[in-house]
């Protein structure tokens, strides 16, 4: 009869060991560890991207408020000579102008259009898509060249009042914010069951005007809204096609004013940077109570 040899009994603190890499090996340990590793990682880029923003915006501050001497202390004297230059002034109501006007016009065009392409030609949706993307791939001065000749008959065509004016920049601006306005109107769009509610709509006797305009555009309020900002702060910010038409925005302002007043340009760039953290904050805001609203 053969005899058996028993194995060592083991340890208790192997067993502990064995136990501690078993729950370490464990899902939920892995799933702990790999959240530990994506916060760091949040945490860096938001350092980084905070670093990227935060310090330009604080060396124009700083040299906006700089003195005219050595050791001289901080001066809000750019920020009071603001008012002193009425090309500025003006400068700055007409691109509010030109960014209100676009916000309009290029919502009232995208808005209806998206809405009804998804519920009654999606075929279409990928043609759509391709062309309010198309100006990103198209440069400023290449729009340009095609803009003149039709800036020329817009000038010659225009009534008294807007003859010459730099409002007429709206139909180009409808043009350069199409991606920024179909993206974020798109995410919206995306974000809610557009055939259900249309369905649940008509099936209690709402027409389509009814359906796009108090059942679906509500529902994609805050869409509107980012589409809204995007806008102006694009509008604020442009130069180039400004520039090359020859027409006075804020940005064709502050650049004649920077070889003249570099302080004062610097204190208006740093305003206008505000203004546009002012409307964001806002904007989370007002779809912060609209959630509790709804919620």
Known sequence: MSQTTPYPAAS?????????????????????????????????????????FLVPFLAMVEFSTRGTGVDAARTLDAWRRIATYPNLISAIITSLELSVLTSVASLALMVPTMIWVRLRLPRINRLVEFVCLLPLTIPAIVLVVGLVPVYAWVNYLSPGPLKGSSLVLTFAYIVLVLPY?????????????????????????????????????PNMSAAILNAAVLCVAL?????????????????????????????????????????????????????????????
């Open 181 to 217: 306005v179909y993206r974020a109107l798109d995410a919206g769009l995306r974000a809610i069951d557009v055939q259900t509610l249309a369905e649940a709509a008509r099936s209690l006797g709402a027409g389509w005007p009814t359906v796009m305009f108090r059942v679906v555009g």
């Open 12 to 52: 208790a603190g192997s067993i502990a060991v064995l136990s501690g890499d078993v729950t370490a090996r464990s899902p939920r340990g892995l799933r702990a560890s790999r959240n530990r590793r994506l916060q760091l990682f949040r945490v860096v880029v938001l350092l980084l991207a905070s670093a990227f």
């Open 235 to 295: 509008v604020m910010g442009e130069f180039t096609v400004a520039s090359l038409l020859n027409y006075v925005n804020l940005q064709y302002e502050l650049n004649n004013l920077g070889q003249a007043d570099a302080s004062v340009s610097v204190a208006v760039a740093v305003g206008f940077q505000l203004f546009v953290v002012a409307l964001l904050v806002g904007l989370s805001f007002i779809g912060r109570r609209r959630g509790s609203k709804e919620a």
